[in-house]
């Protein structure tokens, strides 16, 4: 399709500018002047709020609480867990002064919450009967990165983060695994994007954690994006902070932990997944407006009929707008599909004296006339499941079509120089082989699969034994 909106760079020439001119042209965010903070505009924070409704009642239906810890963490309690502080030190900001006068012990702002919960637990658990807790916090945490960008990467951004303990380690275990299939159904059912989940490598994962479960989406260019995580932590936290609790045979015991969280990235990877070169591109499930109706005409009787069908829409549970400012019809269309509207409804003088509106779909342009007399909820929520499960099935072959299975590194090479996706490899289990895919424009493994079948028996690298069949890609 043609470029309608010259004031996006088209992404096929330049990727990177293309995103940017999204972010801010449909104003999902706005620079601050605060390097590495945006400020997250209406248009943006709707589209969050849509996120957090959807997934915080997938939480409450398994069970969990939300609760919210304090931002500022004391540096002797960040110090509590080696490898923790270890993975996080060069990312936290500290705040050394209160007013004029210079604190005692410095505070961190919080890159991650989990030494917060630890110590709040140790004081809240004594006993088999307090468990599980099964907690949830939606918070901002701060991370001093070097180089950030609008959703992507910033120095402070938007998130959740679960932290739940367990009596065993069966229970924590499947905690893991559960919230794992929470965030791939919300990923795929909800933002119409398909994902690939598995275990993260020694190397890769959470720092603090036994292991780590991964959601991996491709954006439009091939690039790979850590969507959300879960982690089992076994006994890694509690032990070091001391939480007990008296278990059935009467006897202490050091309870078994998780963590899972995601955060605003999902936002660029709607906009990197579904985006076009005339704006958003927004699934109807978290889009804000699923449907916009446009007047052409200043005619009272276009007006009034415009104003019933949102009136019947509304009623209906559907969020719907009416533009009839002074724009130009060109302009307007222009000016929602910039920002992602599902649906536009097109209403003129000649739609009324024909009985009939015109029903435009922004995932494939397709136009409809649907009769006045037709029950138009209906069309409508018909209309909107289909674009969900379109943007879906777009988003699946794509990615079929950037999967490759490859035996040899330079076949690895080629397809991450000229046209990169997911790599399917098989490999030994080394860091050292590991460490030969980052060679190759920064690749690095984005999880270990076991519902695969393997491509043979030997590591990609070294021509040993593999033991594991592993998705790999260059990383967002």
């Known amino acids: 399709m043609d470029i309608k909106n010259k004031s996006i760079t088209s992404r096929e020439d330049d990727f990177a500018k293309w995103y940017t001119d999204i972010v801010t042209k449909a104003e999902m965010a706005a620079y601050s002047k605060i390097k590495g903070s945006i400020i997250i505009e209406p248009r943006g924070y709707a589209v969050w709020e849509n996120i957090q409704r959807g997934l915080d009642k997938m939480f409450k239906d398994t069970g969990h609480e939300n609760v919210y810890m304090p931002m500022l963490i004391p540096e002797s309690l960040l110090q509590k867990e080696a490898n923790h502080v270890e993975g996080f030190a060069p990312e936290v900001a500290w705040v050394t002064k209160g007013g004029n006068n210079d604190l005692e012990e410095k505070l961190g702002l919080r890159p991650t919450s989990e030494v917060l919960f630890c110590d709040y637990y140790s004081s809240k658990i004594q006993s088999y009967r307090d468990l599980p807790k099964l907690y949830n916090q939606w918070c901002n945490v701060f991370r001093w990165e070097k180089e950030t960008r609008p959703f992507l990467r910033g120095r402070e951004f938007l998130w959740q983060e679960g932290h739940t303990v367990h009596e065993t380690s069966k229970e924590a275990e499947e905690e893991t695994h559960r919230m794992l299939n929470i965030y791939k159904t919300f990923f795929e059912e909800y933002l119409a994007i398909p994902v690939i989940t598995g275990r993260k490598t020694e190397k890769e994962k959470f720092a603090g954690a036994d292991y780590t479960l991964t959601v991996e989406a491709l954006m439009y260019n091939g690039i790979s994006l850590q969507s959300a995580t879960s982690h089992y932590f076994g006994q890694r936290f ?102 992602g509207v599902p649906i536009r409804i097109e209403l003129g003088p000649r739609d009324l004296e024909k009985n009939q509106v015109v029903l435009a779909r922004r995932d494939t342009y397709k136009k409809s006339i649907v009769p006045l007399e037709a029950n138009l909820v209906n069309e409508v929520n018909t209309l909107l499941d289909d674009i969900q499960k379109n943007m879906y099935e777009t988003a699946k072959a794509r990615n079929a079509e950037k999967t490759y299975e490859c035996t040899q590194l330079d076949e690895v090479a080629e397809i991450m120089e000229n046209r990169p996706g997911f790599v399917k490899a098989m490999w030994c289990g080394e860091e050292e082989c590991e460490m030969k895919f980052k060679e190759i424009r920064g690749t690095k493994s984005r999880c270990i699969v076991d519902n695969e079948k393997p491509i043979d028996d030997k590591c990609i690298c070294c021509k040993k034994e593999a033991k594991h069949l592993v998705y790999w890609g260059i990383q967002y």
């Open 238 to 339: 509690s032990i070091p902070f001391d939480i007990k609790f008296l278990n059935r045979n009467g006897e202490y015991e050091n309870p078994y932990q998780t963590s899972w969280g995601t955060s605003t990235r999902m936002i660029a990877a709607i906009i990197m997944v579904h985006g076009d070169d005339n704006g958003l591109v927004l699934p109807p499930r978290i889009a804000p407006t699923k449907v916009v109706i446009v007047p052409i005409s200043k005619s009272e009787e276009v007006k009034n009929k415009a104003y019933e069908l949102l009136n019947n829409l509304k009623d209906a549970g559907i969020s719907t707008i009416v533009d009839d400012s002074e724009k130009s019809p060109g302009f307007r269309y222009a000016e929602h599909e910039m920002n």
